[in-house]
């Protein structure tokens, strides 16, 4: 655990750790700074610029970007000043405009009292702000399915020569985060369509609930085998566990993205996360009097 500090934000003292972000420390404490590219689980992207807040130490007051700030020392920080107030709506009326499809922008910038009629909007925007945070999610999946594209005010995400991507699983996360609408998928009862392909949906072999689509299912099937291969645990071992890395998985190559290429090695049958977990959680009931630990455990079931 890293060293605790007290910092004061608006007036309000607020515990962290140091190197906590400033937006992490603010949000937990319940004081609210816009935000557009930021989301629990990504690292911070410093993209939209909407979460600037004044920061002051030893006497010195400079704007930070909050979402990428790490707290080093015992700061006050404002997040209201009226220099502030007056740059976010500057910011947000820029966004507006690179973005007029946008709603939550136009309401953002509404709230703000930005002054639009002053921009030129963005010749064919829609609602994208080119912040790759959906980018970045794909690559946190470990697809790297889409990318920024193309310069200037042609710069757009997409994938590939914008034809539907071998390398997508349609798992929606890029959609999930995107914080203002643009990237659309459409679901039915069987499936998903995003990014221009249909992707079908995978039932739980034991609760029978729809949990993923097939791709996403098998890829983290198989990039689980694939860590299981490199930390040596056997081919047996898994199959032996029940526990996800699936027979054939020391034999398997890696492919471009670390995606094993052996379609034969899937484990089977799917299993959604709760069913997963369930399944080992007895597994190591039924073992505890064999293993003393579960490090034991995945040392016997690597043969070592
Ligand atoms: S749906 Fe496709 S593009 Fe979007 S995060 Fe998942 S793999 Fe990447
Ligand atoms: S599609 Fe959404 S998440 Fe991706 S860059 Fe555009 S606004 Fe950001
Ligand atoms: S949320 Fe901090 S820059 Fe976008």
């Known amino acids: 655990m890293g060293e605790k500090l007290i910092i004061s934000i608006d007036g309000k003292a607020c515990a962290c750790e140091k190197g906590e972000y400033l937006l992490q420390v603010a949000r937990r404490n319940g004081i ?38 790490p707290v080093e020392a015992e700061i006050e920080v404002q997040t209201q000043t009226n220099s502030i107030v007056e740059q976010r709506s500057v910011i947000v009326a820029l966004l507006a405009r690179l973005a007029p499809q946008s709603q939550t922008i136009a309401q953002m910038a509404k709230f703000m009292g930005a002054d639009l009629p002053r921009l030129a909007e963005r010749p064919g925007g829609d609602k994208c702000i080119l912040c790759g945070l959906c980018v970045v999610a794909c690559e946190q999946v470990g697809t790297g399915a ?66 993923a689509t097939a791709a996403a299912w098998e890829f983290s099937a198989l990039s689980s085998a694939s860590e299981a291969a490199s930390v040596g645990v056997g081919a047996d071992a898994g199959a032996d566990a029940g526990a996800g890395a699936g027979a054939g998985a020391g ?54």
């Open 32 to 69: 609210f700074i816009p935000s557009l590219c930021n989301h629990e689980g990504l690292e911070g992207l410093g993209a939209c610029r909407l979460c600037i807040v004044e920061v002051t130490r030893g006497g010195r007051t400079q704007t930070v970007v909050s979402c990428i700030y």
């Open 146 to 211: 889409i990318a920024k594209v193309n310069r200037g005010v042609e710069k757009e995400i997409a994938t590939p020569y914008h034809r539907p991507s071998a390398e997508c699983i349609g798992c929606t996360a890029c959609a999930n985060v995107c914080p203002t609408g643009q990237i659309e998928y459409q679901q039915d009862e069987q499936g998903v369509t995003i990014w221009g392909r249909y992707f079908d949906y995978v039932a739980c072999a034991a609760c029978g609930k729809q949990f």
């Open 251 to 304: 034999a398997i190559g890696q492919g471009r993205t670390g995606v094993v290429a052996d379609a034969d090695a899937l484990p089977a049958p799917p299993l959604c996360p709760e069913c997963q977990r369930q399944q080992v959680a007895e597994w190591l009931a039924s073992s505890s009097g064999r293993y003393g630990n579960v490090r034991v455990a995945m040392k016997e079931l690597a043969g070592e």
